[in-house]
């Protein structure tokens, strides 16, 4: 059973930033992609970014130029580096691992962040 576990949430204030882990129990080169989700109270859940195994990476237009993903395949570790946040980021943000064979899509159980304006 594959394990995600998420660290780095937390407080901060309005043009801060902070640094999102998700751990993978296993090797992360078996996922086709890896992404971050949140969501905001009342809201749906919604992608933030995303990384594939190649490496090629994907991020919502509301955090382009400040939100960044990464991953170390040694650590099996993808990271979301997010920069200049406001408070329209606070949410509970989830890490999301999807493999083709057999099918399967895999979340942690969140960390929550909050911004204070």
């Known amino acids: 059973q594959v394990q995600l576990v998420e660290s780095g949430g937390g407080l901060v204030q309005a043009g801060g930033s902070l640094r999102l882990s998700c751990v993978a129990s296993?090797?992360?080169?078996?996922?086709?992609?890896m992404g971050w989700y949140r969501q905001a109270l009342g809201r749906q859940r919604e992608l933030v970014a995303s990384?594939?195994?190649?490496?090629?990476?994907d991020s919502a237009e509301s955090v382009k130029g400040r939100f960044t993903i990464s991953r170390d395949n040694a650590k099996s570790t993808v990271y979301l580096q997010m920069n200049n946040m406001t408070p329209e980021d606070t949410a509970v943000y989830y890490c999301?691992?999807?493999?083709?064979?057999?099918?399967?899509?895999?979340w942690g159980q969140g960390t929550q962040v909050t911004v204070s304006s």
């Open positions: 999301n691992a999807r493999q083709s064979w057999p099918p399967r899509e895999y």
């Open positions: 296993g090797s992360i080169s078996r996922f086709n992609d």
């Open positions: 990384i594939t195994r190649g490496g090629t990476t």
